[in-house]
């Protein structure tokens, strides 16, 4: 996930490196929550069971084995090219110690994060909202709103 630009100061000066020492050398350019690996293209359920090619057996969304015993529609397999990405445990990006980091694939960050997420879009709209309140003409807001 990009950073955010009014998030890059709180990132140390040597982000790129920390971060790649945790998803290539700590977690062997593994997802540390799913085992998924980085840049391979990974067939799936999209409810968190992946192919693994190189074991050759189903995983869970958790990286245990998954027998699949009913079969299973070729349309509902997709497929993705997973990005590791290296994530704050605690949404805190000033707090880069190795124990709040962790490698995780797109699937595992976009649900780690989702309620930061939920709430930086709440803030979004809020800030949106007292700005248009401090610098609109209440008068031409009532007029758009009566067409
Ligand atoms: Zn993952």
Request: proline share 12%.
């Given at each position: 996930m990009p950073i955010r630009p009014e998030n890059?100061?709180?990132?140390?000066?040597?982000w790129q490196q920390l971060s790649a020492t945790v998803r290539f050398r700590r977690a062997g350019a593994r997802?540390?929550?799913?085992g998924r690996p980085h840049l391979r293209r990974v067939a799936h359920l999209g409810d968190g069971r992946w192919r693994d090619g190189e074991a050759r057996c189903w995983r869970s969304d958790r990286g245990r084995r998954n027998a699949i015993r009913t079969g299973i529609a070729l349309g509902a397999v997709r497929m993705t090219k997973v990005v590791l990405a290296c994530a704050h445990l605690d949404h805190?990006?000033?707090?880069?110690?190795p124990g709040n980091l962790k490698a995780l694939c797109q699937r595992c960050q976009t649900l780690h994060a989702a309620a930061e997420h939920r709430w930086q879009r709440w803030w979004n709209r809020f800030r949106l909202r007292a700005c248009r309140d401090l610098y609109e003409d209440p008068r031409l807001t009532r007029q758009r709103l009566s067409r």
């Open positions: 890059r100061w709180l990132y140390p000066i040597d997802c540390e929550q799913c805190d990006p000033g707090n880069s110690t």
